[in-house]
């Protein structure tokens, strides 16, 4: 791509722009190195721009349903879709009125444009700033008529680098326009944009004819790229020959897998082991009686090397933080190509990445005896299972003459600054956390003298109210923890860089999106680019500069972990099951052909809609695979007595039934037909119009439009409804718990259990599922304990008591969504994976809450898997995910836009 040989000059006679406050002229003189033009270092190399402007934190009107939804992959919360979109042209304008701002800029440099619909003197006008966020001026005053209605719209976005030196009156700029690349949203935004003279028609083909032929070569790629699963001839059974007959048996008819394939291949995060190995120790803290093995000491000497960062030195080409210093000692953004000469400020605190089990607890409160309270008291937000488990260690591992005053700032009681201040470490929850952001609370009003994310990849979407309130927090030094700190994409890697406060541009969501995260997420037709190679240098330059992860795998660690071993176990339907599974395929199919035939004769939210009905029917394509009880409609015969309501009431007796109904939706693994994720994962809601969703994909859909996505209702945020936290789930399966998988899970457990000292972990994404499971086990006499999401934490706690300490019970069922944090369970030596996520890093946490650091026994994990069915497809989803090339991302191919989602529809039906 060379954007820069295909643009228009846009001619405009009048060059004003919107009044400006009469101030003195100012003057800029430049240095040498501000005329010196392009800078020495590799990264001066042209990159696309990426600004996404005004539309970074606005997004689009009925995004509710959003085509650039990454599909029944997706793991997370929508943010920006503007990522996705493709250069239609580039046109060279000037930036007016600049004598009026004192925003310092230098040729090459990326600029912002920002709409501006407050402006007193235009409603039209765009501003341009710097990357950190000083105005330079405005685009023209008629240039910009023309341009707010696309903007305001989001049908367009604008990136800008300048392509001259700033002068009294105006300094140039080339912009780049970016739009959707669905292909008839595409030619219609083109007509117009051709018919108001924006951009020319020779330069939309030909922007066109590029996007597409990147695409195509892209999804040739994709397609014909090998499996990259293990099969049982690469990887032999580590299980001796003195297991029962049974489970030998269970073994040799399994595949035995390795499911993460080559951790040090695919690890986007990873020094080099050997320079790892190397990093200096710091001495073993006083304040703590627990021994800090090697690495640790290594892992506390680099956070506390984290919380006083340096600049580079004069002279030297190190760049920290994506800042270099220049010959004339100026400071310049390699990614921006900012320059300035006052020092940059520079990220204290980083992210602590490694694998889980490996003590990250241990080593941050390492960190906090040795620094002391003496600038101020500590700051730990988690997810609310985890609370106590921080309580439990500092009591645990500091000394007790030395033990800090620990607060625990969470529920409906009231407490101060004071209050906060009166203790060294206070421990609170995201949602604590962000009710404090709306109401002004004491959280936001401290300042902190760090704070740490536990469980980070909770904030992984930018765009959530939850990662703004943590962004919000005022810390001289802030750390992240997590043990995935990427999931889907190097996009997941932004809301890191916002809560650090990188400066310089990187933290731009526009800049990372189309800079980092496109090139490295948009399959193998990016390979060997120019923007694949810089965006890969960038990435692994952050990540290399900001974040520690060691992994249990790793020679130095040296945790001398007991082995695991990984199966698949394929199952057969019976007749009758394959009968209903071909009746729901058959189903599922004819109503994608007739999705897909609506919309190439037409397009519209209605079927948009109807998409969500495709995919509902995938999730009961899923489901049958368990349990042909999992796809009854149960939620609908809740509801019922609310049948000639529009609006409920909030009555007592109508908030008991739309409580009941959302619990059912839950444990039946009903999915957000805004973001297609489970509702589970991201804190369930009901409408008073009796929809579900996850609360925050309706609550940013509420503020951008006050109806309901699905049935226009008038709604406000008043109008939704939780989920309790219970004592106990009344609701028990009543039916034939028998189906092929609960019979091959029973053969397992059969098998197991005949090793006294054995204990195992059911993992299931649908609690409905783990019901039926539940009665087969009431049938066989075995005792066991659950977790699930609708517990209380008194009730979680006794059950990992009763895993831990009871040696009648052998058994944990639990939901993959609610085990995701918090929870060590090496008691048990077995997990199996009854149903398949399709985040295979979701799964990876839940594996690594029995194989870590603590466990003593053998690990054996079982994937259970329908033969012939789209469960198999769905491990080639997972697959696809965790192929990496380079330590860059190679996700399958994500121009995140409905047509990719149709063709992992297509995958998983084919």
């Known amino acids: 791509m060379a954007p820069a040989k295909r643009h228009a000059v846009i001619d405009l006679t009048d060059e004003t722009e919107p009044k400006a406050p009469r101030r003195h002229d100012r003057s800029f003189a430049r240095s040498a190195s501000q005329t010196s033009g392009p800078h020495d270092s590799q990264w001066s190399q042209s990159i696309p721009p990426s600004s996404l402007g005004h539309s970074l934190h606005q997004p689009p009107r009925n995004s509710w ?143 066109r004819q590029e996007a597409e032929a990147q695409k195509n070569a892209a999804k040739h790629l994709d397609k014909s790229s090998p499996s990259v699963g293990l099969t049982s001839n690469q990887l032999s059974s580590s299980q001796g020959g003195q297991q029962e007959d049974l489970l030998q048996e269970l073994m040799e008819g399994s595949e035995a897998v390795q499911l993460r394939g080559d951790l040090s291949s695919v690890d986007a995060f990873a020094m080099d082991e ?168 004491p959280l936001l009003s401290v300042q902190w003298r760090r704070v740490v994310l536990d469980e980070a990849h909770a904030i992984r979407n930018f765009s ?91 020679k130095f660690v040296d945790l001398k972990l007991p082995a695991k071993t990984e199966y698949i176990h394929r199952i057969k339907f019976t007749d009758d099951e394959q009968r209903k599974y071909a009746a729901l395929f058959s189903e599922t199919t004819e109503m994608l052909e007739a999705y ?33 009880s999992l796809i ?42 805004i973001c297609i994720e489970a509702i589970s994962t991201h804190t369930p809601v009901i409408t008073a119009c009796k929809h579900r969703f996850g609360k925050p994909c309706i609550t940013r859909s509420l503020e951008m439009k006050d109806t309901c996505p699905m049935c226009r209702q008038k709604l406000s945020l008043d109008a939704l409804v939780g989920l309790e936290p219970v004592d106990d789930d009344d609701e028990e399966f009543d039916g034939d718990a028998r189906s092929s998988k609960t019979q091959a899970l029973e053969k397992i457990l059969t098998a197991k259990l005949k090793d006294p000292k054995s204990k195992v972990i059911i993992f299931s994404q649908w609690t409905s599922f783990l019901h039926v499971i539940a009665k087969l086990l009431d049938e066989a006499g075995l005792k066991y304990c659950s977790i699930e999401g609708w517990m209380k934490i008194s009730k979680r706690d006794e059950s990992i008591e009763a895993l831990n300490n009871d040696p009648d019970t052998r058994i944990m069922l639990a939901s993959l969504a609610a085990s995701g944090v918090g929870l060590n369970l090496v008691a048990a030596d077995t997990v199996i994976l009854v149903d398949s996520w399709w985040a295979p890093a979701i799964e990876d946490q839940a594996i690594d809450r029995v194989h870590r650091l603590g466990q003593t026994r053998e690990t054996t994990v079982w994937k259970l898997v329908m033969d012939g069915s789209i469960e198999e497809r769905v491990l080639d989803i997972q697959a696809k995910k965790r192929e990496l090339v380079d330590l860059a991302f190679h996700d399958k191919v994500r121009e995140q836009k409905e047509t990719s989602r149709l063709d992992d529809v297509l995958q998983l039906l084919s």
């Open 464 to 554: 959530t109210s939850r990662a703004k309130a943590a962004f919000q927090v005022q810390a001289k030094s802030r750390w992240m923890l997590t043990g995935t700190p990427i999931i889907n994409s190097p996009k997941d890697f932004l809301s890191a860089l916002m809560f650090l406060k990188i400066t310089g541009g990187i933290e731009e969501p526009g800049i990372f999106l189309r800079i980092v995260d496109k090139p490295l997420s948009s399959g193998r037709a990016f390979e060997g680019s120019t923007e694949f190679k810089l965006a890969k240098q960038l990435f692994q330059s952050l990540t290399k500069d900001l974040c520690l992860r060691r992994r249990k795998d790793m």
């Open 632 to 673: 009854g409609d149960r939620v609908k015969n809740v509801l019922k007595p609310l049948d000639g309501e529009k609006l409920v009431k909030f009555t007592p007796e109508n908030l008991k039934i739309l409580q009941q109904a959302l619990l059912t939706a839950t444990t039946e693994g009903e999915e957000c037909p």
């Open 65 to 207: 349903v959003d085509d650039d939804d990454e599909g029944p992959d997706q793991t997370q919360d929508q943010d920006d879709p503007t990522n996705s979109y493709e250069l239609y042209g580039t046109s060279d304008i000037k930036i007016v009125g600049v004598r009026y701002y004192n925003g310092v800029v230098n040729p090459g440099e990326r600029v912002l444009c920002r709409r501006e619909p407050g402006n007193q003197y235009d409603s039209n006008a765009i501003r341009v700033d710097n990357v950190m966020r000083q105005q330079i001026g405005h685009v023209p005053r008629n240039l910009a008529m023309k341009l707010a209605p696309y903007l305001d719209a989001n049908r367009l976005v604008l990136d800008g680098i300048l392509t001259g030196h700033k002068n009294a009156f105006d300094c140039p700029v080339r912009l780049f326009f970016y739009g959707p690349g669905e292909t008839s949203t595409r030619r219609e935004l083109e007509a117009e944009l051709k018919a108001d003279r924006l951009l020319k028609a020779t330069q939309l083909k030909a922007t």
């Open 596 to 628: 897909r035939r609506r919309k190439t004769a037409r397009s519209g939210q209605g079927d948009q809609i109807r998409f969500t009905s495709v995919l509902e029917k995938l999730l009961r394509l899923r489901q049958i695979c368990c349990h042909w």
């Open 274 to 441: 050997d320079a790892l190995s190397k990093m200096p120790k710091a001495q073993q803290p006083e304040a703590i009686q627990s021994t800090l093995l090697p690495y640790q000491l290594q892992g506390l000497a680099w956070m506390l090397s984290k919380e006083e960062p340096q600049l580079p030195a004069a002279g030297s080409k190190e760049v920290v933080q994506l800042w270099k210093r220049t010959t004339h000692d100026n400071f310049t953004n390699i990614v921006s190509n900012h320059i300035t000469k006052t020092p940059p400020k520079l990220v204290s605190g980083g992210v602590l990445a490694d694998d889980m089990g490996l003590g990250k607890t241990l080593q941050v409160i390492s960190l906090i005896m040795t620094s002391g309270f003496k600038d101020g008291p500590t700051l730990i937000v988690s997810p609310v299972g985890v609370m106590s488990n921080w309580e439990q260690q500092i009591k645990r591992h500091v000394k007790e003459d030395q033990v800090p005053r620990v607060f625990r700032y969470h529920g409906t009681g009231t407490s101060s600054k004071k209050d906060l201040l009166a203790n060294d470490i206070v421990i609170t929850t995201y949602d604590k956390l962000r009710i404090d952001s709306n109401k002004k609370g």
